[in-house]
């Protein structure tokens, strides 16, 4: 006779997505009806987070009802991060590497304020899927 024993599915091993606050959800809704009236974007669920494409480039990713950790930052693609853009990352503390893979940055709002320069990065990635590869 054969076995019906259920197997159990293996824990994943990637990040925990967490909910956000609604506060998060404002800044991302924001962020996201600005980057929609760029050419050629387009939005996307995904896992609780809301990816934003330029055609069919992945650029960036924007916490909806979940995030990667207590902070929700927003999720930056650079593949690579030009070098000219990896200098000014390297100055800027709310934006950190190896975020869920490779070429992924995040980047933590901790205020309204931090909506301009998020938008500023945004660009920076946006303009990095009109010159990179296919992701």
Do not use: C
């Amino acid at each position: 006779m054969k076995s019906t024993a259920i197997r159990k599915k293996p824990a994943s091993s990637g990040p925990k997505l967490l909910p956000v606050s609604e506060e998060t959800r404002r800044w991302s809704a924001l962020l996201e009806s600005e980057l929609l009236s760029w050419p050629g974007v387009i939005a996307k669920r995904m896992f609780g987070l809301r990816a934003l494409y330029r055609g069919k480039r992945i650029f960036a990713a924007l916490p909806n009802s979940r995030g990667f950790g207590p902070d929700a930052p927003l999720l930056l693609k650079f593949d690579p991060m030009p070098p000219s853009v990896m200098k000014r990352a390297e100055n800027d503390t709310r934006l950190r590497a190896n975020s869920p893979g490779k070429g992924w940055f995040s980047f933590t709002l901790a205020s309204d304020t931090d909506l301009h320069d998020a938008l500023e990065w945004l660009s920076q990635a946006y303009e990095s899927a009109k010159q990179g590869k296919a992701s």
